[in-house]
Protein backbone atom coordinates (compact mmCIF):
# COMPACT_ATOMS: atom_id res chain seq x y z
CA UNK A 1 0.00 0.00 0.00
CA UNK A 2 1.54 3.51 -1.06
CA UNK A 3 0.42 6.92 0.68
CA UNK A 4 1.09 8.89 -2.22
CA UNK A 5 -2.11 11.23 -2.57
CA UNK A 6 -2.82 12.76 -6.42
CA UNK A 7 -4.74 16.12 -4.96
CA UNK A 8 -3.12 18.75 -3.73
CA UNK A 9 -2.65 18.84 -0.02
CA UNK A 10 -4.59 20.86 2.26
CA UNK A 11 -3.12 23.66 3.79
CA UNK A 12 -4.02 23.44 7.61
CA UNK A 13 -4.23 25.94 10.36
CA UNK A 14 -1.18 26.51 12.01
CA UNK A 15 -0.51 29.21 14.56
CA UNK A 16 3.09 28.74 14.16
CA UNK A 17 2.67 29.10 10.27
CA UNK A 18 1.41 32.49 11.11
CA UNK A 19 3.93 33.91 12.83
CA UNK A 20 7.10 32.19 11.16
CA UNK A 21 5.52 33.74 7.31
CA UNK A 22 4.53 37.05 8.66
CA UNK A 23 8.38 36.83 9.89
CA UNK A 24 9.42 35.47 6.67
CA UNK A 25 7.78 37.46 4.34
CA UNK A 26 8.60 40.77 6.33
CA UNK A 27 12.66 40.42 6.42
CA UNK A 28 12.83 38.79 2.94
CA UNK A 29 10.78 41.64 0.90
CA UNK A 30 12.80 43.84 2.58
CA UNK A 31 16.12 42.64 1.63
CA UNK A 32 14.96 42.23 -2.05
CA UNK A 33 17.21 43.06 -4.30
CA UNK A 34 16.00 43.44 -7.96
CA UNK A 35 19.29 43.60 -10.21
CA UNK A 36 20.29 40.40 -8.25
CA UNK A 37 16.68 38.82 -8.72
CA UNK A 38 17.05 39.14 -12.13
CA UNK A 39 20.79 37.28 -12.51
CA UNK A 40 19.84 34.89 -10.10
CA UNK A 41 16.50 33.89 -12.26
CA UNK A 42 18.31 33.86 -15.70
CA UNK A 43 20.82 31.30 -13.94
CA UNK A 44 17.99 28.97 -13.00
CA UNK A 45 16.78 28.94 -16.39
CA UNK A 46 13.53 31.19 -15.51
CA UNK A 47 12.43 28.59 -13.35
CA UNK A 48 11.09 30.93 -11.20
CA UNK A 49 11.46 34.89 -10.03
CA UNK A 50 13.62 35.75 -7.22
CA UNK A 51 13.89 38.36 -4.24
CA UNK A 52 17.62 38.82 -5.17
CA UNK A 53 18.92 37.28 -1.82
CA UNK A 54 22.20 35.77 -1.75
CA UNK A 55 22.77 32.82 0.16
CA UNK A 56 24.58 33.54 3.17
CA UNK A 57 22.04 36.62 3.56
CA UNK A 58 19.06 34.35 3.16
CA UNK A 59 20.46 31.69 5.69
CA UNK A 60 20.82 34.31 8.14
CA UNK A 61 17.19 36.37 7.70
CA UNK A 62 15.88 32.91 8.08
CA UNK A 63 17.41 32.37 11.70
CA UNK A 64 16.10 35.54 12.81
CA UNK A 65 12.87 34.69 11.62
CA UNK A 66 12.34 31.28 13.67
CA UNK A 67 14.13 32.99 16.48
CA UNK A 68 12.48 31.81 19.85
CA UNK A 69 9.97 29.97 17.69
CA UNK A 70 9.03 26.17 19.28
CA UNK A 71 9.99 22.79 17.20
CA UNK A 72 7.27 22.06 15.10
CA UNK A 73 4.81 19.55 14.74
CA UNK A 74 3.80 17.71 11.24
CA UNK A 75 0.88 19.83 10.96
CA UNK A 76 3.22 22.76 11.19
CA UNK A 77 6.06 21.66 8.88
CA UNK A 78 3.29 21.35 6.33
CA UNK A 79 1.51 24.46 6.26
CA UNK A 80 4.94 26.05 6.78
CA UNK A 81 6.18 24.17 3.52
CA UNK A 82 2.47 24.49 1.68
CA UNK A 83 1.99 28.57 2.56
CA UNK A 84 5.65 28.84 1.47
CA UNK A 85 5.49 27.50 -1.75
CA UNK A 86 2.19 29.14 -2.92
CA UNK A 87 4.48 32.72 -2.75
CA UNK A 88 5.88 32.80 -6.06
CA UNK A 89 10.12 34.07 -5.26
CA UNK A 90 11.91 31.42 -4.62
CA UNK A 91 13.87 32.03 -1.64
CA UNK A 92 10.65 31.01 0.51
CA UNK A 93 10.85 27.52 -1.32
CA UNK A 94 14.48 27.88 0.01
CA UNK A 95 13.72 28.68 3.24
CA UNK A 96 10.50 25.88 3.34
CA UNK A 97 13.28 22.96 1.89
CA UNK A 98 15.89 24.19 4.83
CA UNK A 99 12.89 24.05 7.59
CA UNK A 100 11.89 20.59 6.38
CA UNK A 101 15.58 19.40 6.36
CA UNK A 102 16.14 20.56 9.97
CA UNK A 103 12.47 18.86 11.23
CA UNK A 104 11.43 15.41 8.36
CA UNK A 105 12.32 13.28 11.40
CA UNK A 106 9.78 14.59 13.40
CA UNK A 107 7.33 13.67 10.28
CA UNK A 108 5.77 10.67 10.15
CA UNK A 109 4.54 8.35 6.30
CA UNK A 110 1.76 10.72 6.47
CA UNK A 111 3.86 13.53 5.45
CA UNK A 112 4.81 12.19 1.54
CA UNK A 113 1.93 13.28 0.02
CA UNK A 114 3.10 16.87 0.94
CA UNK A 115 6.51 16.24 0.13
CA UNK A 116 6.16 14.91 -3.45
CA UNK A 117 3.08 18.58 -3.83
CA UNK A 118 6.80 20.33 -3.28
CA UNK A 119 8.72 18.23 -5.64
CA UNK A 120 6.21 18.46 -8.75
CA UNK A 121 4.82 22.39 -8.16
CA UNK A 122 7.36 24.74 -9.65
CA UNK A 123 9.44 21.68 -10.00
CA UNK A 124 13.51 22.02 -10.80
CA UNK A 125 16.83 20.73 -8.99
CA UNK A 126 17.37 23.33 -6.58
CA UNK A 127 14.28 22.42 -4.64
CA UNK A 128 13.69 18.72 -5.50
CA UNK A 129 17.49 17.26 -5.06
CA UNK A 130 17.43 18.25 -1.21
CA UNK A 131 13.42 17.09 -0.72
CA UNK A 132 14.83 13.92 -2.46
CA UNK A 133 17.83 13.41 0.25
CA UNK A 134 17.15 14.58 3.45
CA UNK A 135 13.08 14.97 3.35
CA UNK A 136 11.70 11.74 1.00
CA UNK A 137 14.73 9.68 2.35
CA UNK A 138 14.50 10.50 5.84
CA UNK A 139 10.62 9.07 5.55
CA UNK A 140 11.58 5.88 4.10
CA UNK A 141 14.26 5.61 6.50
CA UNK A 142 11.66 5.95 9.06
CA UNK A 143 9.23 3.57 7.43
CA UNK A 144 9.97 1.06 4.92
CA UNK A 145 6.82 0.16 3.61
CA UNK A 146 7.28 3.84 1.40
CA UNK A 147 9.59 2.10 -0.41
CA UNK A 148 6.69 0.83 -1.81
CA UNK A 149 5.79 4.50 -2.98
CA UNK A 150 9.53 4.66 -4.73
CA UNK A 151 8.67 1.51 -6.87
CA UNK A 152 5.47 3.84 -8.23
CA UNK A 153 7.75 7.04 -8.18
CA UNK A 154 10.58 5.47 -10.53
CA UNK A 155 8.31 5.14 -13.41
CA UNK A 156 6.33 8.03 -12.91
CA UNK A 157 5.67 9.85 -16.02
CA UNK A 158 6.77 13.34 -14.23
CA UNK A 159 10.67 13.07 -14.39
CA UNK A 160 10.92 14.70 -10.88
CA UNK A 161 9.08 11.71 -8.43
CA UNK A 162 11.88 9.61 -10.80
CA UNK A 163 14.79 11.89 -10.04
CA UNK A 164 13.17 11.90 -6.42
CA UNK A 165 13.22 7.81 -6.18
CA UNK A 166 16.88 7.75 -7.47
CA UNK A 167 18.42 10.44 -5.20
CA UNK A 168 16.29 9.34 -2.25
CA UNK A 169 19.02 6.75 -0.77
CA UNK A 170 22.21 9.52 -1.60
CA UNK A 171 22.52 9.24 2.43
CA UNK A 172 22.28 6.13 3.40
CA UNK A 173 25.82 4.72 2.90
CA UNK A 174 26.09 1.41 4.17
CA UNK A 175 22.28 1.18 4.66
CA UNK A 176 21.29 1.16 1.12
CA UNK A 177 19.01 -1.02 -0.70
CA UNK A 178 21.81 -1.76 -3.46
CA UNK A 179 19.55 -3.95 -5.01
CA UNK A 180 16.69 -1.70 -5.39
CA UNK A 181 19.63 1.30 -6.45
CA UNK A 182 20.63 -1.07 -9.15
CA UNK A 183 17.06 -1.83 -10.55
CA UNK A 184 16.13 1.62 -10.39
CA UNK A 185 19.20 2.67 -12.53
CA UNK A 186 18.36 0.31 -14.85
CA UNK A 187 14.66 0.79 -14.96
CA UNK A 188 15.61 4.57 -16.15
CA UNK A 189 18.78 3.74 -18.24
CA UNK A 190 17.13 4.61 -21.58
CA UNK A 191 15.51 7.68 -20.03
CA UNK A 192 16.14 10.63 -22.98
CA UNK A 193 16.43 13.59 -20.02
CA UNK A 194 19.66 15.11 -18.96
CA UNK A 195 18.32 15.14 -15.49
CA UNK A 196 17.45 11.48 -15.02
CA UNK A 197 20.77 10.51 -16.66
CA UNK A 198 22.57 12.71 -14.15
CA UNK A 199 20.36 11.47 -11.42
CA UNK A 200 21.56 8.08 -12.11
CA UNK A 201 25.57 8.82 -12.25
CA UNK A 202 25.23 10.41 -8.91
CA UNK A 203 23.45 7.92 -7.06
CA UNK A 204 25.64 5.69 -8.27
CA UNK A 205 28.91 7.44 -7.58
CA UNK A 206 27.95 8.83 -4.10
CA UNK A 207 26.90 4.67 -3.37
CA UNK A 208 30.50 3.97 -4.82
CA UNK A 209 31.77 5.82 -1.80
CA UNK A 210 30.61 3.55 0.37
CA UNK A 211 31.11 -0.09 -2.12
CA UNK A 212 33.12 0.80 -5.02
CA UNK A 213 33.20 -2.39 -5.73
CA UNK A 214 29.48 -3.13 -6.04
CA UNK A 215 29.18 -0.12 -8.30
CA UNK A 216 32.27 -1.15 -10.65
CA UNK A 217 30.92 -4.80 -11.15
CA UNK A 218 27.18 -3.60 -11.64
CA UNK A 219 28.77 -1.18 -14.51
CA UNK A 220 30.89 -3.88 -15.61
CA UNK A 221 27.87 -5.89 -16.60
CA UNK A 222 25.46 -3.23 -17.39
CA UNK A 223 27.34 -0.35 -18.66
CA UNK A 224 26.26 -0.97 -22.52
CA UNK A 225 22.42 0.24 -21.14
CA UNK A 226 23.75 3.75 -19.83
CA UNK A 227 24.39 7.09 -21.55
CA UNK A 228 28.10 7.89 -21.30
CA UNK A 229 27.20 11.03 -19.54
CA UNK A 230 25.70 7.97 -16.34
CA UNK A 231 28.76 6.06 -16.34
CA UNK A 232 31.05 9.20 -16.64
CA UNK A 233 29.48 10.74 -13.30
CA UNK A 234 28.96 7.26 -11.83
CA UNK A 235 32.74 6.63 -12.25
CA UNK A 236 34.43 9.56 -11.59
CA UNK A 237 35.96 9.32 -8.44
CA UNK A 238 36.56 5.40 -8.67
CA UNK A 239 37.77 4.84 -12.16
CA UNK A 240 36.74 2.22 -14.62
Known amino acids: MTVTAAAPPDVPRSALADVVLERLTGTHSEAADLERAMAMRAYMKDAAPFLGIPAPARRALSRGVLAGTPRPTETDCTAIAL ?119 WALREYAKTDPEAVRGFLARERSRFAPLTVREALKNIGS
Open 83 to 201: RCWRLPEREYHYFAVDYLRRHAAHCSSAFLPVARHLITTVPWWDTVDPLAAHVVGTLVTADPGLTADMDAWITDDNLWPARTALLHQLRHKERTDTERLFAYCLLQSGHPDFFIRKAIG
